[in-house]
């Protein structure tokens, strides 16, 4: 069972906004530590996309958004495209465990 | 650019220990933190080991600590991870990850490579 939970998946169409959320507690994202994410394709490494809760690394196309607030995290997908069909983490930092921590990852399916 | 590259990976019995390394490039390895993430087939990441760009500090998992130890070579720009008392709950693909900074995140991953624990 993973420190952060996700949904295990969440779908939607080509052009459509999807969010998934990441839901943490008080010794990890509710203790103030960022939230990042990554993509992995299945088979691939992960490659980061969202860090610093809301930041983008360069080659990263603004249609991926992040945001927290409180115990909480989401990722925002705008303009749905097929490419985007991927595993989604969320990370943090656990301040009991002294390392950090995932989310369960959730499956996108563009429809 | 930068590039993270595993080895040592393999098949390996229960018990037996097995050394994983890490060769890196395209960056000043020296200055920064260094990550093993693992993931199980099927299963999600998990974080395993993190040790510092001088290796003063080290954190690991519950799971692993007193079985698995990380540790770097600034000089070989090189990345290590022994793994003792290897278990059949430790198969996994194994990646070599750099520090993004102070945040506590990873900005490159290498490719992974794969120990599977079995007897």
């Known amino acids: 069972q993973s420190v952060l939970t996700q949904a295990p998946s969440v779908s939607g169409a080509p052009g459509q906004r999807v969010t998934i959320s990441c839901t943490g507690s008080s010794s990890n994202i509710g203790a103030g530590y960022y939230v990042h994410w990554y993509r992995q394709v299945p088979g691939r490494a992960p490659e980061l996309i969202i860090y610093?809760?809301?930041d983008r690394p360069s080659g990263v196309p603004d249609r991926f958004s992040g945001s927290k607030s409180g115990t909480s995290a989401s990722l925002a997908i705008t303009g749905l495209q097929g490419e985007d069909e991927a595993d989604y983490y969320c990370?943090?930092?656990?301040?009991?465990?002294?390392?950090?921590?995932f989310g369960g990852g959730t499956k996108l399916t563009v429809l | 650019q930068v590039q993270l590259v595993e080895s040592g990976g393999g098949v390996v019995q229960p018990g037996r220990s097995l050394r994983l390394s890490c060769a890196a490039s395209?960056?000043?390895?020296?200055?920064?933190?260094m990550h093993w993430v693992r993931q199980a087939p099927g299963k999600g990441l998990e974080w395993v080991a993190v040790?510092?760009?001088?290796?003063?500090?080290?954190f690991y998992i519950d799971s692993v600590k007193g079985r698995f130890t990380i540790s770097r070579d600034n000089s070989k720009n090189t990345l290590f991870l022994q793994m003792d008392s290897l278990k059949t709950e430790d198969t996994a693909v194994y990646y070599c990850?750099?520090?993004?900074?102070?945040?506590?995140?990873?900005?490159?991953w290498g490719q992974g490579t794969l120990v599977t624990v079995s007897s």
């Open positions: 990370q943090s930092y656990d301040s009991r465990l002294s390392i950090g921590v």
């Open positions: 395209g960056f000043t390895f020296r200055s920064h933190g």
């Open positions: 040790i510092s760009h001088d290796a003063t500090n080290t």
């Open positions: 990850a750099k520090s993004g900074g102070g945040k506590y995140y990873v900005d490159y």
């Open positions: 610093g809760n809301s």
